[in-house]
């Protein structure tokens, strides 16, 4: 099933080579798999890219939309493709309705930091970004940030908004205050 989504090349092996030069020990030049079920997707505000292992969809990196529908499309072809662990940036809040939708469908979803990630040379497209991404993660290679689980995240949204509220009632008290003693605001005297 196709989905609506544009198909890329990308060749994936099973291990990780190391380099030789670097290995002290000429034994374990591969690092095994941790996560042989992982996905990635590249954030986007107008199109998320989206990575499984190449022996998983003659397909390996598909682009979808940002409507729901669309990330429901995804998901569905997480699902097709036997993934059980996704992995993400954290950018701006374009990730908050991915990261729900996959957690009330199953999956495993680690968000990460984008600058974990980004300091990897010769990635220049999100194509390789979610590549990328994902072979960083079937290795167990990316830290996931903290984020907490359901009436926490209700709970710190209320926190936030209250705070806002109140900023913005002091602003409007002070303002209002300044109103009241300001000599430039009131009209001038005839006299």
């Not at 544009?6 to 030049?29: D, I, T, V, Y």
């Not at 996959?102 to 990897?120: E, I, M, S």
Request: with cysteine; charged share 25%.
């Amino acid at each position: 099933m196709n989905c609506g989504a544009q198909p890329f090349r990308w060749r994936q092996q099973e291990e990780l080579e190391m380099n030789p030069k670097r290995s002290k020990s000429r034994h374990g030049r591969k690092m095994p798999l941790v996560h042989p079920n992982a996905a990635a997707i590249d954030v986007g505000a107008t199109m998320h890219m989206a990575a499984v292992r190449a022996d998983r969809a003659p397909e390996p990196v598909r682009s979808f939309g940002t409507f729901t529908a669309d990330l429901h499309r995804l998901i569905d072809w997480f699902t097709q493709c036997g993934v059980e662990t996704v992995v993400m940036e954290s950018t701006s809040v374009y990730w908050i309705p991915v990261f729900e939708l996959l957690d009330a469908r199953g999956f495993t979803v680690c968000l990460v930091n984008a600058r974990d990630a980004k300091h990897v040379p010769g990635r220049k497209t999100d194509v390789s970004d979610a590549q990328w991404l994902q072979r960083l993660h079937s290795f167990g290679l990316l830290r996931a940030s903290f984020r907490p689980k359901g009436q926490i995240v209700a709970l710190r949204s209320y926190v936030r908004q209250r705070e806002r509220l109140l900023e913005y009632a002091a602003s409007l008290i002070q303002h209002a205050e300044g109103l009241d003693g300001d000599e430039s605001s009131t009209p001038p005297r005839r006299g």
